[in-house]
């Protein structure tokens, strides 16, 4: 029986070493800390996995150690979109031989001019029909420059194979569309830590924050508490949460998340190239939203 998309799930950054290879040991310790957090599970190899940085086999390693490390209780999302449909469906399938519990497809958009509703709909169908596990719409429009619309994700979710969507626009009204008129067991996952209790508020299933890899407890306490009916809670610590957040997303991104990893215990190391680490002005700033946020001492 296929496990149920929902709650925090983050999408874990990928461990490199100095020379700029995966650190199995790193991200193997970085799994046992979030692990005891009672996070629900994670998606790997999703945009702070730094997956259009890896290559082929590199990606499988990183799902292998994962569903290694991750309990089989936990759900394990597979980051498996490329701008070609085939590309897609045999990384798909190669993650659902891992274990994965479902592939979170990014919207193709390098040929930005021919991506468009009809373009995606046939893509995503002919993903859907091929994978062994469901599969998941990923709208990232900040890194792809595009967006697909409420209209075209409706459509796409009566595919019995098509289960969910990660919006990370924070867009709330089309989120509640989405929910509204798509069947009730597609799940809505909002993609940004800042909008987490309005995006559950109207029906959305969970979130997948980079905020989870370092406020993890924070991330699961907004859900939680929101769920429990202590609307006062959730909203306080969502409200905490937001320059965090934003320190990690848009301000300064993986590199940003790396170094607030690092600043906190856990291992962040460098981002791939052409990223560039964090530098020492940078890294005080964010030390100090941290601090102000009650994540740091």
């Not at 957090?37 to 082929?56: A, C, D, K, M």
């Not at 069947?183 to 109207?202: Q, R, Y």
């Not at 907004?222 to 429990?228: G, L, T």
């Not at 320059?243 to 600043?263: D, Q, S, Y």
């Amino acid at each position: 029986m296929a496990k149920k998309i929902q709650g925090v799930l983050p999408p874990v950054p990928t461990a490199f070493d100095a020379d700029g290879n995966f650190d199995a040991a790193a991200q193997r310790a970085n799994f046992k800390r979030w692990l005891e957090t009672g996070l629900h599970g994670f998606v790997i190899l999703g945009s702070n996995g730094e997956y259009t940085l890896l290559n082929r086999a590199e990606k499988i390693r990183v799902l292998e150690l994962a569903r290694e490390t991750i309990p089989a209780d936990r759900l394990m999302i597979a980051g498996t979109g490329a701008d070609s449909t085939r590309e897609t469906i045999e990384l798909t399938q190669r993650a659902a031989q891992l274990g994965a519990d479902a592939a979170l497809i990014v919207t193709p958009h390098y040929f930005r001019n021919q991506m468009n509703a009809a373009a995606w709909t046939q893509h995503y169908r002919a993903v859907a029909d091929a994978s062994p596990i469901p599969i998941m719409i990923y709208n990232v429009p900040a890194l792809t420059t595009l967006e697909i619309d409420a209209a075209t994700v409706i459509e796409l979710a009566q595919h019995p194979n098509i289960k969910g969507l990660k919006d990370s626009s924070a867009n709330v009204t089309k989120m509640g569309e989405i929910v509204r008129y798509a069947p009730p067991d597609f799940a809505v996952m909002v993609g940004t830590g800042s909008a987490i209790l309005a995006a559950i508020s109207i029906g959305a299933k969970g979130v997948i924050p980079a905020l989870g890899n370092i406020a993890p407890r924070e991330c699961i306490a907004i859900y939680d508490a929101f769920h429990a009916g202590d609307f006062h809670t959730a909203r306080n610590t969502q409200l905490r949460m937001i320059r965090p957040n934003n320190a990690v997303t848009a301000k300064w991104g993986v590199p940003g998340l790396k170094a607030a990893l690092e600043e906190l215990g856990y291992y962040g190391g460098p981002p791939r190239a052409p990223l560039s680490p964090l530098g020492a002005n940078e890294r005080a700033k964010l030390r100090d939203i941290l601090r102000e946020a009650e994540l740091l001492t």
